[in-house]
């Protein structure tokens, strides 16, 4: 019967119902968050399969991530059963990217079986071509290059198409010389870089109008998510193949544009009106997901952006007893940590499941404070995205430097760190070392000083490396008991050309690796020993994983778009951490508005309750970080926020309650030069535009007290003692815990502070 609209159509409101229902033609739907695009999208499908206008093979469906992928199969399966197996164009830009290449590969110069490389071999490749062109590769490292070429991908420019002059001083202009021969080098090994998937495609299309004719025969629908985070060549790819039919529908949100500086354009939404006349803009204003505390507070923030094409939004939802977005102060990231784990357990107990639950984080740093808190209370949880803190690459590296030190005997840490950095120690002399080891049964490290006494290792080079290797390690071990492990570690770091390795590295993620290294050494403080660390270490990588179970899921605010979940935890909220250090160091407000949209994305994930923190104080490479509450904290509306006053002791940063500090509820110096009612310690910094770390002696101070704790105390300050806080006045000396003092203010009742920041009085 056709009477009444199948069951998956009644259940969308009629502009959804409209963008699902117009499957010919050029259709955009321009929507803010949790309005239902993903779901028009699946809708869409199950539609056109279940009227007959295409087969599952000829609909092309381009998601932003494999795991989104995923889940649109699985949602388009409960609408139409079994037969979206036949979707088998439903993927990512690269996944699609790879499968048309294969089946085309010998038109543009490759074999059907070509290889993708890898970052590492990417780079190993250009370094070669480098050298070749007699190019100095320590002046213009082979990673920069890698950033360049990505960039014209990006773009859709292969080497012939790049201007003139572009690429500007790489190699004093030899830069598109570079990629010719880089591409051409490509060729003959019959392999591909991640770029040059779509890249190759645009040529194929470009090149072989016979075989894009074929494809818009084949693809009668084509669908995309996530529009707004498209680049440029994939644009071009999306044009070319929606030119036959046009039936093209794009689903986005320019409010959500968050990979700026991975290549895309949030301009390809206006330039789809230009390339696909008449298209249907349709417009989804209510939101499904949110609360309306929860909507506000993030509409609100988005405002304050200027580059915006402007929508509104709103719900429906009518909980009178919704919760307002939440704000909370903590002392350190410890100490989030263990409140916003208490916070879960309180939601478990009333029955909460810890899979509607997420710690969305802006650095990936930022996660080893939960897992190792996590880990102690026995709270399952898993990494999003990306692996464990402690699995990192670059924090495994620099465990197995660590653990050389602390056990000479630890071959696989050995092995695993002999030629990173690059040392010139080949695989061939490090299995002539493993070898020798095994046969004069002992550890490689020795086996290693003995091959040293012959002459079996024939590279003067190698013999070198290995021997200063060797001796750097007799000096850190002898360090052992001189110096505070994280120094130490720092220190072994720095001395290995390890942290120099990345610094040279020019890619997107070099700088968080960075920050994750800063994160360890800080992370090591807190232990008496290096060997204590290390045997922690052990403990926490050997916790299961969470994989079926009911576990709070942990991922940067990049991974999480798309998602959605019960209860949102947004942790670090400070000027510097978010927004970012490397945003305001920019010029012009592009990249403090990124971050502004990233912090839309992070509330908008949130259904029910969203709870956002900021730790007046972290302690970044072993220097204490006074921290200015994020700009984002001001930029939310009063009437959709709730601060939470601090009742517990350790709330030494007290955020005073809606309207205590008049126009910066935060007590953050909101224009930099109207700070007369903030503290000093804060307006110099605020000054400075962004947090500042203090001067060495405040951290070595502070490091020694903390480690002298249960011993008592080594502040300057006496119980009972009169001081003055900048902020909180005068007041009593009540309790002294290393550097914290608790002081009990005439006006303002008992705080901790801590103790650089009062003077005696
Ligand atoms: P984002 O911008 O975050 O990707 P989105 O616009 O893609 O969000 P969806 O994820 O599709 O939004 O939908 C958000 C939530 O609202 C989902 O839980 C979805 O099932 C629900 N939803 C969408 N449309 C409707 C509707 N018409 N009736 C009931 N629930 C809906
Ligand atoms: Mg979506």
């Known amino acids: 019967g056709r009477a009444a609209p199948p069951d998956y159509v009644a259940r969308l409101n009629p502009e959804q119902r409209l963008a699902v229902e117009t499957t010919e033609g050029p259709v955009l739907v321009l929507a803010g968050a949790g309005t239902g695009k993903t779901r028009v999208l699946t809708t869409r499908i199950a539609h056109l399969l279940a009227t007959n206008k295409a087969l599952p093979s000829q609909i092309l469906a381009v998601t932003f991530t494999n795991k989104a992928a995923r889940e649109m199969r699985h949602r388009i399966g409960e609408l139409i059963g079994p037969s979206v197996e036949g979707m088998n164009w439903l993927g990512t830009f690269h996944a699609i990217g790879v499968k048309i290449l294969r089946r085309h590969a010998e038109l543009v110069g490759l074999r059907s079986d070509f290889t993708i490389l890898d970052t590492d071999d990417q780079i190993r490749l250009m370094k070669q071509v480098i050298q070749a062109e007699g190019i100095d590769e320590k002046r213009w490292p082979a990673r920069q290059l890698a950033n360049l070429i990505d960039s014209w991908k990006n773009r859709g420019l292969t080497p012939e198409d790049v201007p003139p002059g572009d690429g500007g001083s790489f190699a004093d202009g030899r830069g598109i010389k570079l990629y010719k021969a880089y591409q051409a080098r490509l060729k003959t090994l019959n392999a591909c870089d991640f770029g040059d998937l779509l890249l190759e495609n645009l040529r194929l299309f470009r090149d072989h109008p016979d075989v894009l004719k074929d494809y818009h025969q084949r693809f009668r629908y084509m669908l995309v998510d996530e529009y707004q985070d498209t680049n440029v060549a994939q644009y071009m790819w999306l044009r070319l193949l929606a030119q036959g039919r046009k039936n093209i529908c794009c689903v986005g949100d320019d409010d959500q544009s968050i990979y700026g500086w991975r290549g895309a354009e949030v301009d390809n939404i206006l330039r789809f009106e230009k390339d696909f006349p008449g298209a249907v803009v349709i417009k989804l204003e209510r939101n499904y997901r949110s609360t309306s505390h929860i909507l506000g507070a993030a509409s609100h923030l988005i405002t304050h952006n200027e580059g915006r094409l402007g929508k509104t939004l709103f719900t429906d939802a009518t909980d009178p007893d919704a919760a307002r977005v939440r704000v909370a102060s903590s002392w350190d990231s410890e100490e989030e940590a263990r409140a916003v784990g208490e916070e879960i357990e309180a939601l478990q107990r009333k ?103 012959t002459e079996e290792i024939k590279s003067s080079k190698t013999r070198t490396a290995l021997r200063d290797l060797l001796a750097a390690f007799v000096l850190w071990r002898s360090k052992l ?13 720095e001395e290995s050309g390890y942290t120099d390795m990345w610094q040279q590295e020019r890619t997107a993620d070099a700088p968080g690796r960075l920050e994750n290294l800063k994160e360890l050494v800080r992370s090591m403080e807190a232990f008496e020993s290096l060997g204590g660390f290390l045997e922690h270490i052990a403990l926490v990588m050997d916790t299961d994983r969470a994989e079926n179970q009911d576990a709070v899921s942990i991922m940067t605010l990049h991974s999480a778009k798309g998602l959605e979940f019960e209860s949102v935890f947004l942790p670090g909220w400070e000027e510097g951490l978010f927004p970012h250090q490397r945003a305001l160091d920019e010029s012009g407000r592009a990249g403090l508005e990124e971050e502004r ?16 923190w900021f730790a007046s104080n972290r302690r970044i490479h072993g220097l204490w970080q006074s921290n200015v509450p994020s700009r984002f904290l001001d930029e939310l509306p009063e009437k959709h926020v709730e601060v939470i006053e601090q009742t517990s002791s350790y709330g030494g940063y007290n955020v005073g309650g809606v309207g205590n500090y008049g126009a910066s509820r935060f007590d953050r110096a909101d224009s930099f030069n109207n700070s007369y009612s903030t503290p000093g310690w804060q307006r110099a910094q605020a000054n400075k535009g962004s947090a500042q770390t203090h001067t060495r002696s405040a951290p070595r101070q502070i490091e020694g007290e903390l480690v002298a704790k249960s011993s008592g105390s080594s502040s300057k300050y006496k119980l009972g003692e009169r001081v003055f806080h900048q902020k909180f006045g005068y007041g009593a000396i009540i309790e002294i815990e290393g550097n914290k003092l608790t002081v009990d203010f005439e006006k303002t009742g008992a705080k901790k502070v801590v103790d650089s920041f009062v003077s005696k009085h």
Request: avoid cysteine; proline fraction near 3%; charged fraction near 30%.
């Open 597 to 612: 949209r990233l912090a839309y994305v992070g509330i908008t994930r949130a259904k029910q309750r969203a709870m956002i």
């Open 351 to 453: 029955g909460h499941k810890l899979n509607d639950m997420a710690i969305l984080v802006r650095a990936s740093f930022q996660m080893r404070s939960f897992e190792e808190r996590f880990v102690t209370i026995g709270l399952n949880y898993r990494v999003i995205g990306g692996p464990r803190f402690y699995e990192r690459q670059e924090i495994r590296d620099a465990l197995a430097y660590l653990r050389v030190v602390a056990q000479p005997a630890d071959d696989l840490a050995f092995e695993r760190i002999v030629n990173v950095p690059k040392r010139g120690i080949g695989e061939t002399t490090v299995r002539l070392l493993h070898d020798h080891a095994r046969a004069r049964n002992i550890p490689i490290i020795e086996a290693t000083e003995e091959l040293l006494q």
């Open 481 to 493: 008991d001189q110096m505070k492990q994280g120094e130490l570690a720092e220190m072994i770091l």
